[in-house]
């Protein structure tokens, strides 16, 4: 992984190259200690030996039941008056093994070291005490007494659940196949025309066969080995380990991720050459963290940290945000009371008066990209995220503002002048944004739909919006009068800015009715504690 060319100071200025070229900040993050392979073995460790020791656990069991049954007589064990204690302790000793396995008790590296020692090495002495029992009819009958097949089963059971280096895998199968041919040869000197070669050509298959088994088992260890570190390489991104996909959308995927050493959650975006082979999406998406960067608001997503591989990823690091989006919100409850609307609308409000403020305009707002997280104990907090459309109103030197003839945005949410393309969208573009979003939150539809979205364009460049009210007669006539302004075909007709549009909310009667307390009896009571992975990850869809 590449240093970060621009992680520690991001720039708030763009290259001086074109807009089809990527921006000189490249995308990277701080190169950190990277973490230790250890936890990730013993966590492995303790989830393969509990697949292990539930399978010799019921084999045993199987074996003592058959054995209790027949009173010693069958095909595969001998007749012994001790066997069914011999695999009533074996079975006794699995099952407290697989407990706590199974159990929520922390258990150390040797502890499961020990539990290793005690589920693979309990086996050995059992075939071993099997194999000498069939020594006396081997001997008269001429056959070879090593039982292959049952030695062969405990090595690759051993090589396949046990992740090892394959130096210790190595010492351990060596063992496993050197003692059953130690014990036969042992034995069979006990014959006075013993002759060692004559003994090695007799079990001569037996051994060939343990050989090479082990031979397979400890290769399969090391292969099994090398390509758990590659993909334990490959979910870390520098002091960062990947946990799980939160979602992708068309520039990127998005992953739930910890801070190795501060065991901080946090958001990682990702965008692949594979993904976006155009120079432009690159651009943009470089473009993305900068800006959003530069951003500190309260209701505006943090940045912590940008970087790119060599492979050419690009990614940047961003807070974990436990909540919803507004459209789940509404999806999964339906349209809001007008005082919650007015509460989350004001803080976006409040967020967009920063980033216009800096000259940015979203032009993307849409209720997938607004969430309500939980941040510092209170609930409903407006986060604003997906700065991937932003641009700035007087763009740097070198790079053109995407104006007349190109269509960005999602066409539900999307303001006149974008849906013409006539003129540069300004900061009153993503007023109406959030108008449309309002009317969303109040009715549960956007302003316009239509199966094709040359319709909808037209909806918002030429048709009149049916009144909240009549959709939902709870609507308010002030939030209503509200959410109008903001739909004017003609940005002069609109707030002249956010902070216009958050003293309209304010004068609205349930202002401030949406308090604190409310919203997390709301999510405590309603939904659950948005505190699960799942949460909010329709953004990041």
């Known amino acids: 992984m590449s240093q970060p060319s621009a992680a520690n100071s991001p720039s708030p200025t763009s290259s001086s190259g074109g807009g089809s070229s990527p921006v000189a900040a490249h995308v990277a993050l701080v190169q950190g200690k990277a973490p230790q392979l250890a936890s990730e073995t013993q966590r492995l460790l303790r989830l393969r030996l509990r697949g292990a020791v539930t399978l010799f656990f019921m084999g045993s069991g199987l074996f003592l039941a058959r054995d209790v049954a027949t009173q010693g007589i069958g095909v595969f064990l001998p007749p012994s008056e001790f066997m069914p204690f011999i695999l009533l302790a074996l079975t006794a000793t699995f099952g407290v093994c697989a407990a706590l396995l199974w159990s929520q008790i922390p258990l150390s590296m040797l502890a499961l070291r020990v539990a290793e020692l005690l589920i693979v090495g309990l086996p050995a002495p059992v075939i071993l005490a099997v194999e000498y029992s069939l020594t006396e009819a081997t001997r008269t009958s001429g056959r070879n007494a090593v039982l292959t097949p049952v030695w062969l089963a405990l090595v690759f059971t051993y090589a396949m659940f046990i992740p090892n280096t394959w130096r210790r895998a190595a010492a351990v199968i060596s063992l496993l196949v050197t003692l059953p041919i130690v014990v036969y040869l042992i034995d069979r000197s006990a014959e006075a025309d013993f002759r060692l070669l004559d003994a090695l050509m007799t079990a001569s298959p037996s051994i060939l066969l343990l050989f090479i088994g082990a031979t397979i088992a400890v290769s399969g260890t090391h292969m099994i080995n090398s390509l758990r570190r590659e993909a334990f390489e490959a979910k870390r991104f520098g002091q960062y380990v990947l946990k799980e996909s939160l979602g992708a959308g068309a520039m990127g995927e998005v992953y739930l991720a910890e801070h190795q050493l501060l065991k901080r959650p946090c958001a990682i975006k990702v965008i692949r050459p594979g993904r976006a082979a155009d120079p432009q999406a690159l651009a943009?998406?470089?473009?993305?963290?900068?800006?959003?960067?530069?951003?500190?608001?309260?209701?505006?997503?943090?940045?912590?940290?940008?970087?790119?591989?060599?492979?050419?990823?690009?990614?940047?690091?961003?807070?974990?945000?436990?909540?919803?989006?507004?459209?789940?919100?509404?999806?999964?409850?339906?349209?809001?009371?007008?005082?919650?609307?007015?509460?989350?609308?004001?803080?976006?409000?409040?967020?967009?008066?920063?980033?216009?403020?800096?000259?940015?305009?979203?032009?993307?707002?849409?209720?997938?990209?607004?969430?309500?997280?939980?941040?510092?104990?209170?609930?409903?907090?407006?986060?604003?995220?997906?700065?991937?459309?932003?641009?700035?109103?007087?763009?740097?030197?070198?790079?053109?503002?995407?104006?007349?003839?190109?269509?960005?945005?999602?066409?539900?949410?999307?303001?006149?002048?974008?849906?013409?393309?006539?003129?540069?969208?300004?900061?009153?573009?993503?007023?109406?944004?959030?108008?449309?979003?309002?009317?969303?939150?109040?009715?549960?539809?956007?302003?316009?739909?239509?199966?094709?979205?040359?319709?909808?364009?037209?909806?918002?460049?030429?048709?009149?919006?049916?009144?909240?009210?009549?959709?939902?007669?709870?609507?308010?006539?002030?939030?209503?009068?509200?959410?109008?302004?903001?739909?004017?075909?003609?940005?002069?007709?609109?707030?002249?800015?956010?902070?216009?549009?958050?003293r309209a909310l304010a004068a609205c009667g349930g202002a401030d009715a949406w308090t604190r307390e409310l919203a997390a009896q709301w999510w405590q009571e309603l939904d659950g504690p948005p505190a699960t992975p799942a949460a909010g990850a329709g953004y990041y869809r």
Request: hydrophobic share 40%.
């Open 284 to 502: 943009r998406f470089e473009r993305e963290v900068r800006e959003t960067a530069r951003l500190s608001h309260w209701n505006i997503v943090e940045v912590f940290d940008y970087g790119h591989t060599e492979d050419g990823t690009f990614y940047y690091v961003m807070e974990y945000l436990p909540g919803k989006t507004l459209g789940e919100l509404v999806d999964q409850h339906g349209p809001m009371p007008a005082e919650r609307a007015i509460h989350l609308l004001r803080q976006a409000c409040d967020a967009l008066r920063e980033a216009h403020g800096q000259g940015l305009v979203h032009r993307d707002l849409k209720p997938s990209n607004i969430i309500a997280a939980q941040r510092g104990g209170v609930f409903d907090v407006v986060k604003i995220v997906d700065f991937g459309l932003v641009e700035a109103t007087a763009p740097p030197a070198g790079r053109a503002a995407a104006g007349p003839g190109l269509i960005l945005g999602s066409p539900l949410f999307m303001s006149p002048e974008q849906a013409l393309a006539q003129q540069a969208p300004d900061a009153r573009s993503d007023l109406y944004s959030l108008g449309a979003v309002a009317y969303f939150l109040v009715t549960g539809r956007p302003p316009f739909e239509g199966k094709k979205p040359v319709k909808v364009l037209v909806g918002h460049a030429r048709d009149e919006v049916v009144r909240p009210s009549d959709l939902n007669p709870r609507v308010p006539r002030d939030l209503e009068e509200v959410i109008l302004t903001c739909l004017a075909k003609e940005p002069a007709e609109r707030y002249r800015d956010a902070d216009s549009m958050a």
